[in-house]
């Protein structure tokens, strides 16, 4: 790989770490949000190949739910604020036990936009995902700039 393929690496590393401050910022502003009373429409799992997943095929989740506010009926996808389309089929059919149709979750939404919810606002696995990666990239660009000072 040559320099400039390291510095890509470097910055998306950095970019990505960025992400999973931004998450934090998200995890802790849902202490404030209020819950409700909502329901599943629809739940399943769909394939995605290495192509759309970033080089690596699995299994996302694919979730509709209902809930009211103020008299307003709102409709969300949104799980938690960070997911994954790579667990694998059992992990997916796992999740999706919690999550059947016409069963009824607890929604939190922000009071300021009730339109923004999710159904795990305390789901970490997303933030240890992304700083994994994100140091990850950057271990392998510093050590690639390392070796390739010696050249």
């Known amino acids: 790989m040559g320099r400039t393929g390291l510095y890509i690496l470097i910055v998306g590393g950095i970019f990505v770490i960025l992400v999973a401050f931004y998450l934090i910022i998200e995890f802790n502003g ?3 949000w209020r819950t409700t009373k909502g329901q599943i429409l629809s739940s399943g799992q769909q394939y995605f190949s290495g192509i759309r997943n970033y080089g690596a095929g699995g299994y996302g989740i694919n979730t ?3 809930y009211m506010v103020d008299g307003i009926r709102y409709i969300s996808d949104k799980i938690a604020f960070f997911y994954t ?3 694998s ?3 997916a ?3 999706l036990q919690k999550y059947q149709p ?3 979750v607890v929604v939190y939404y922000d009071p300021k936009k009730p339109i923004n919810a999710v159904l795990k606002p305390f789901d970490t696995y997303g933030i240890f995902q992304c700083f994994f990666a994100g140091g990850l990239m950057l271990l392998l660009g510093w ?3 390392r070796l390739g000072k010696g050249k």
């Open 89 to 91: 089929f059992n992990e």
């Open 93 to 95: 059919d796992k999740i």
């Open 85 to 87: 389309n790579n667990y």
């Open 102 to 104: 016409n069963m009824e």
């Open 30 to 32: 849902a202490k404030h």
């Open 64 to 66: 509709k739910y209902a």
């Open 143 to 145: 050590v690639g700039m």
